[in-house]
């Protein structure tokens, strides 16, 4: 009986464990369900996470493939990509147009069937090059399906895969006829540029030698019609000699011999005799210098610098262009009797002539026609103004008057070369300058500044 209590509550404590123990595990089973369901949740937001980056590089690839299949489909020469072994992987539109076998069927045969027999040993060892890392470049024949030689300029490298290695070869090439063609056109393009220029400098010869000519021409034509005038008065003195010797020879009397040496001017003709000579000479002179002048053009050499004096020469030269001039104008001379220069005289006397003669030319219908001519030093050279009172010159052409072949004067009667040959002159080989301008007082003056010293 005493046993029963005890019994009891032992039973009870026992009920009570077993349901604190049934409740401990079902708290247990909850945790790691909710653990393997955490888990399982991670892991599947990893796979969507995995699926969504996979897709975005899948459709990356397929770009990049795109892309490279599009480069290579527009690429014009040809394209044949191989493995190690010379099996062809890939080739691009330009092959399959040129030799007429599409890619799917190139697919996997070796690369020297694309090619003819005779070049199979060059072939053959593409490999063995690329391996030792050369290039090669080489000319041979693609057989196309209708077994036709087409000659190609052919390329071959080697390529690598994404580790590095070498993994087979990349083979480019030209259909070689386009090159020639090409080639051929450069070719005509070549000789065409060689006979235009040809051309050109043969029309540039010309017209130097035109210049040249126009010049020369120019340049003789003062000291022709020179000796032309002066030659002309002798005629006329020969015939009034002749008249007056034919007069003594017929007896005629003292009286009348003297009244015909008068009327005939013997006297005055007699005076004048030795000047038209002296010039005459001066001229045929004048002309053989020109004449050597254009000898020495061919071997140009220096000419000779000389000191002399300025004065006699300003004055034979008015005198020449007085000679053979129409107008007779007033001279005002101011200068010295004597003004020493060193430099190439007839030079010059040449450049004098073409500025005198012009402005005489300026002064033909001028009433009272003044020439002036003044010589002053400035600094290391001498000036010389040759000053004319004629009508000027149009303030638009005083920039063009030194230009070859500009003239105002009525066509036949100018050249337009006198200033522009007076210019060159002055400026290269006598080392100075000739100006223009108008005068204050009207008409034109040219100033024509010459060193003292001349370098060479
Ligand atoms: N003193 C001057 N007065 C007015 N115009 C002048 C004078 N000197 C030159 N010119 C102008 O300059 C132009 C060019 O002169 P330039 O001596 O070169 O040739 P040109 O006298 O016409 O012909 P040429 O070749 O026969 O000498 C002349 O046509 C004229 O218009
Ligand atoms: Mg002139």
Redesign the pocket.
């Known amino acids: 009986m005493n046993d029963q209590p005890h019994q009891s509550s032992s039973l009870t404590i026992q009920a009570g464990l077993a349901s604190e123990l049934h409740q401990h595990n079902r708290q247990l089973d909850d945790s790691a369900w909710i653990e393997v369901v955490q888990h399982m949740d991670s892991i599947y937001a990893d796979l969507v996470h995995y699926q969504v980056e996979l897709e975005e590089k899948n459709s990356a690839l397929e770009d990049a493939q795109l892309f490279i299949q599009s480069v290579i489909s527009s690429i014009s020469d040809i394209l044949i990509v191989c493995n190690i072994n010379g099996e062809i992987q890939q080739v691009n539109h330009a092959l399959e147009e040129v030799i007429g076998t599409t890619a799917e069927e190139l697919s996997g045969k070796p690369i020297s069937s694309l090619f003819s027999k005779k070049h199979l040993g060059l072939i053959a060892e593409f490999p063995e090059h690329i391996r030792s890392g050369s290039l090669i470049d080489c000319q041979i024949e693609l057989i196309s399906s209708d077994q036709k030689e087409i000659p190609m300029a052919i390329n071959c490298c080697a390529r690598f895969d994404h580790e590095n290695r070498l993994s087979g070869m990349v083979v480019t090439g030209r259909p070689l006829g386009e090159l020639r063609k090409a080639y051929s056109a450069l070719h005509q393009a070549h000789e065409k540029l060689k006979t235009v220029n040809l051309q050109l400098i043969q029309s540039e010869k010309m017209a130097s030698l035109g210049r040249l000519v126009a010049g020369v021409a120019?340049e003789l034509?003062n000291p022709i019609s020179f000796l032309y005038a002066n030659m002309y008065a002798l005629k006329n003195y020969q015939q009034k000699f002749k008249t007056y010797i034919d007069a003594v020879h017929a007896n005629t009397s003292h009286d009348q011999l003297q009244k015909l040496r008068s009327q005939l001017g013997i006297d005055a003709m007699m005076d004048d005799i030795n000047p038209l000579v002296e010039g005459s000479v001066e001229g045929a002179e004048r002309i053989s210098e020109i004449v050597q002048n254009l000898r020495k053009f061919t071997t140009p050499q220096e000419r000779e610098k000389q000191s002399f004096n300025l004065i006699p020469v300003i004055k034979r030269a008015i005198s020449w262009v007085l000679k053979a001039a129409k107008t007779n104008p007033e001279v005002i001379h101011n200068y010295p009797t004597e003004f020493y220069i060193t430099n190439n005289e007839g030079y010059v006397h040449q450049i004098l002539i073409?500025?005198i003669?012009?402005?005489i030319?300026?002064m033909d219908h001028k009433d009272q026609p003044q020439l002036i001519i003044t010589v002053n030093k400035d600094n290391n050279f001498a000036q010389l103004h040759i000053q004319?009172n004629?009508?000027?010159?149009k303030q638009q052409?005083l920039v063009k008057?030194?230009d070859p072949f500009?003239?105002?004067?009525a066509v036949g009667?100018?050249?337009?070369?006198?200033?522009?040959i007076?210019y060159g002159l002055a400026t290269e080989q006598c080392q100075g300058d000739l100006t223009?301008s108008n005068h204050k007082q009207g008409?034109?003056e040219?100033i024509l500044s010459l060193p003292l010293e001349i370098d060479k």
Request: charged fraction near 10%.
């Open positions: 120019h034509n073409n500025l003669q012009n402005a030319d300026a004319d004629g009508p000027g010159i052409n008057v030194f500009f003239t105002t004067r009667s100018g050249t337009g070369l006198g200033l522009y007076s223009v008409g034109a040219f």
